[in-house]
């Protein structure tokens, strides 16, 4: 697991490691925030924060290999939204690092080897608010994009990362996956509505439309999606369950509930009374959970109460 904590620092912990507490693996950004962050192939990671920079570590070595700037500034006491960054997504295939700022603008850089050459030039003005989430398609042909006015951006990163696909959404996504052909997209928004869209065409699209109905999802983090509706136990609380996530055998489904649980059932889960196991470990309620490739392991992270929970999975018997 590697950590970038809100003073700056990276916190590196194996699942191994029972100790309470880890010592700071590296001092990075020099002031502010690690908001962005991408695991970059044999054992690097990229990061950006609030001090104007983007940097590229190698984590074995403890050391800084490259950086660059995210926007130039006249006076370096005087760092503004144009130089600061909530978040950062890396091209597997490409090695492009794609970097969104507090100005709605996104900075492309050649790779992190290079991050001071720009890929795409000017940089994509995607308007004045700032980026919140971005993340590239399975193939690497699509860039994700959310901003802060509930606006949804897909880039079409082999067309100069051109913006001719945009969505307006009632209210941003706290969760969403994309099909495995990349045709379409689902979300969970904070008001807790259940949304589709049509990427090809940019527009909305209802969830009983034919090829809709065939697609198939590679993960599963929406919680109001048909195969697991029975999670929620007959509760008609859209807040009763705060995240989910199925095993990527597509067995298991784990999901945290508003009594601050762990559950664990098989998935599909569409019976209204699931055979499920509940285990208590988290203070607050569970925000995200991930899955380890070989689905041995779940991590889970909560609401204030500072911790990551590292589960050992046991089988759920039908």
Not at 274 to 303: C, Q
């Amino acid at each position: 697991m590697i950590l970038g904590l809100k003073n700056g620092d990276i916190i590196v912990k194996h699942w191994e490691d029972k100790t309470k507490y880890e010592e700071v693996y590296l001092k990075s950004h020099c002031e502010g925030s690690i908001c962005g962050m991408a695991y970059v192939p044999e054992y690097k990671l990229v990061t950006s924060g609030e001090d104007n920079k983007i940097l590229l570590w190698n984590l074995r070595s403890k050391k800084c290999e490259s950086w660059g700037i995210i926007n130039p500034v006249e006076d370096i006491l005087n760092i503004g939204d144009k130089n600061k960054s909530k978040c950062l997504a890396y091209h597997l295939s490409y090695e492009h690092v794609a970097v969104g700022t507090n100005i709605g603008t996104i900075t492309v850089r050649r790779n992190p080897k290079d991050l001071n050459i720009k890929a795409v030039s000017p940089d994509i003005n995607l308007g004045s608010h700032p980026i919140m989430a971005m993340e590239y398609t399975e193939y690497g042909d699509i860039l994700l994009v959310t901003n802060e006015n509930n606006e949804c951006y897909l880039l079409n990163v082999n067309n100069n990362y051109s913006k001719d696909q945009k969505f307006e959404l009632e209210s941003y996504f706290t969760s969403f996956d994309i099909d495995e052909q990349a045709k379409f997209i689902r979300t969970c928004t904070k008001d807790n509505k259940f949304k589709f869209y049509d990427i090809e065409k940019s527009k909305e699209v209802q969830p009983d439309e034919k090829h809709l109905r065939a697609a198939s999802w590679k993960t599963n983090t929406c919680k109001f999606s048909y195969t697991m509706q029975g999670i929620f136990q007959g509760s008609t609380n859209p807040n009763y369950i705060s995240a989910v996530c199925k095993a990527h055998n597509k067995n298991l489904l784990a999901a945290g509930d508003d009594d601050y649980l762990l559950n664990l059932c098989n998935y599909p889960c569409i019976t209204e009374n699931p055979k499920l196991k509940k285990y208590r470990g988290h203070s607050g309620v569970i925000k995200k959970i991930i899955w380890n490739g070989t689905d041995s392991l779940i991590f889970t992270i909560a609401e204030n109460d500072k911790a990551i929970i590292v589960w050992k999975v046991e089988e759920v018997n039908k």
